[in-house]
């Protein structure tokens, strides 16, 4: 069992930067892989990065790609996700999430464990 536990979201103006931490416990192995995901409101649960824990290898949603930037520190088991230019369209609540198998896939289905969310929200 792995549990995850978000931190860092809040309220912020367009063009501001945040960092949301996710910070894993339990089981973990180096073949894992860590995914943000986010949910707007009334829409689904989209893709925003991942990052492979075997060689840090990291992938990026379009939309997000030369805005965010993932990463992993090994030390303290936590993943970050580092938003810069903020825009309003970045409003959600981000989830981070855990796939045992270590594909750091853009589809949610394949991460066993997920966080609780936290909300980031942009304003104009």
């Known amino acids: 069992q792995v549990h995850l536990v978000e931190s860092g979201g809040g309220l912020v103006r367009a063009g501001d930067s945040l960092r949301l931490s996710c910070a894993a416990s339990?089981?973990?192995?180096?073949?894992?892989?860590t995914g943000w995901f986010r949910q707007a409101p009334g829409k689904g649960r989209d893709f925003v990065a991942s990052?492979?824990?075997?060689?840090?290898?990291?992938y990026y949603a379009s939309s997000v790609q030369g805005r965010f930037t993932i990463s992993r520190d090994n030390a303290k088991n936590t993943v970050y996700l580092e938003m810069n230019s903020l825009r309003p369209e970045d409003t959600a609540v981000y989830y981070c999430?855990?796939?045992?198998?270590?594909?750091?896939?853009?589809?949610?289905?394949?991460?066993?464990?997920w966080g609780q969310g936290t909300q980031v929200t942009v304003s104009s």
């Open positions: 990052i492979r824990w075997s060689d840090s290898r990291t």
């Open positions: 339990g089981r973990t192995t180096g073949s894992y892989a």
């Open positions: 999430a855990a796939d045992s198998r270590g594909s750091a896939s853009y589809a949610s289905a394949e991460y066993d464990y």
